[in-house]
C-alpha cells in the first residue's frame, strides 16, 4: 500500500462511464490512466477497440465526424461501415474480411467486416504494480454462418508508457473458416500535422493504385488538409520486426508501433490528407484490404481449421523524444 495515496485510482486505474445522449446513448467506456501521463479509453461495446488516446494531455488518435457511434446503427451492407466509422486510434477490422466489400466463396462480405461493431460479452478489468490488463471476448458467431471467438487483452504498463493488444482468435466451427485481421491505428491532429515526422523502416514500399502511385516517392511526406483530398494507400514489407513511427516536434511527442512481421506480414499506411478526413492509418494485419477473394487468389489467406487459434500480438509506446523510435 501506498501511505502517500487514499484511493488507488489517485495515480493510476481503470474508470467505467457509460455515454448519454446521441447516436452513443448507453455505450459502456474504460477510461484507463497509467500513472505516468499515458490515457486511452476502451470501447466495451466497439470490439473492446480503442477510441481515444492521450499522452501528457496532447490527444493521438483521429475521431470521425460521425462520432461514437453504438453497434445497433451499424448498417452491414456494401460500404455502411463507414456511417458509423468512429475511427478512433484503434478500430479492429475482420474478422471475416477486411478491406472493400464483395463476395468470397459464396459469402457476401462487407467493408472491413462486422467484428468492430460487436459488443465485448464479457470484459473486465484487473492490475498490479506492474501493468493494468483489460479483458475482453467477442462472439462471431451464428446459425448456418462462422462460428469465431475473438478474446483480447489489452496490457497497460506502469512502468512506462506503452500498451500491448493480445488477441486470440479460435474456430469454435466444425469446418475451415478464413480468418482476416487488420489494426486499424488512426493518428489525428495534434500528432499529425504537416510538421510531424513519419518513420516505416521497410524494405519496400508499394502504391495500391494508381492515385497512390502518384505520390509513391513521397509516401512519408504529411500535408496540411487538402480540400477534397482522395485517399492514398501504400503497402509495405518488413523482414522480422515490423515498426512505424510517428514523431511530432511541435509538440515534443510521437508513438512507435512495433509487430512481428512474419506473424503480421502485411502492413497498410493509410494516408488521407483530406479537410476533417484529416488522419495517417498506420496498420498492421494478416493481409491487405483489397478484399478477401484477392488474398484467395494470391494464396495468402489465413485459414482456421475446426479448433484451431490463431495469436497476434501489436504494442503501442509513447515517444517524449525523436530518437526514442530507433529503440
Known amino acids: 500500500m501506498n501511505p502517500y495515496i487514499g484511493h488507488e485510482s489517485q495515480l493510476c486505474g481503470v474508470e467505467e462511464h457509460r455515454l448519454v445522449g446521441g447516436k452513443g446513448d448507453g455505450m459502456r467506456l474504460l477510461q484507463v490512466r497509467n500513472g505516468k501521463g499515458m490515457e486511452f479509453t476502451v470501447s466495451a461495446d466497439r470490439c473492446a477497440d480503442i477510441a481515444r488516446l492521450s499522452f501528457r494531455g496532447m490527444n493521438m488518435g483521429y475521431f470521425s465526424p460521425c462520432g461514437y457511434v453504438a453497434p445497433a446503427y451499424y448498417d452491414g451492407q456494401g460500404d455502411g461501415f463507414l456511417k458509423s466509422f468512429t475511427a478512433g486510434f484503434l478500430t479492429t477490422c475482420g474478422l471475416c474480411s477486411v478491406g472493400k466489400p464483395g463476395v468470397d466463396a459464396g459469402e457476401e462480405l462487407p467493408l472491413h467486416g462486422t467484428i468492430a461493431n460487436t459488443p465485448a460479452e464479457h470484459i473486465y478489468w484487473e492490475q498490479d504494480e506492474e501493468e493494468i490488463r483489460i479483458h475482453a471476448r467477442m462472439n462471431d458467431e451464428g446459425i448456418f454462418s462462422r462460428k469465431l471467438i475473438l478474446d483480447r487483452v489489452i496490457r497497460c504498463s506502469k512502468r512506462e508508457n506503452s500498451f500491448t493488444i493480445e488477441d486470440v482468435i479460435t474456430n469454435r466451427g466444425d469446418s475451415e473458416y478464413p480468418v482476416e485481421i487488420l489494426y486499424h ?33 513521397s509516401w512519408d511526406q504529411i500535408l496540411t488538409p487538402q480540400p477534397q483530398f482522395e485517399e492514398q494507400c501504400y503497402y509495405h514489407q518488413f523482414e522480422k520486426e515490423g515498426r512505424a513511427a510517428i514523431y511530432n516536434p511541435e509538440i515534443g511527442q510521437g508513438l512507435v508501433i512495433t509487430f512481428d512481421a512474419q506473424n503480421l506480414p502485411f502492413f497498410t499506411e493509410w494516408k488521407m490528407m483530406g479537410q476533417r478526413d484529416y488522419v495517417l492509418g498506420l496498420e498492421p494485419g494478416n493481409c491487405h484490404p483489397d478484399g478477401r477473394a484477392k488474398m484467395r487468389q494470391d494464396g495468402r489467406l489465413t485459414i482456421l481449421a475446426p479448433g484451431e487459434q490463431v495469436r497476434y500480438q501489436v504494442k503501442v509506446r509513447m ?7 530507433l529503440i
Open 185 to 217: 491505428m488512426n493518428m489525428g491532429y495534434p500528432l499529425l500535422s504537416e510538421k510531424a515526422k513519419l518513420y516505416i523502416p521497410s524494405v519496400s514500399v508499394e502504391a495500391r493504385n494508381e492515385r497512390a502511385q502518384e505520390g509513391i516517392g
Open 319 to 325: 515517444l517524449e523524444d525523436e530518437a526514442e523510435w
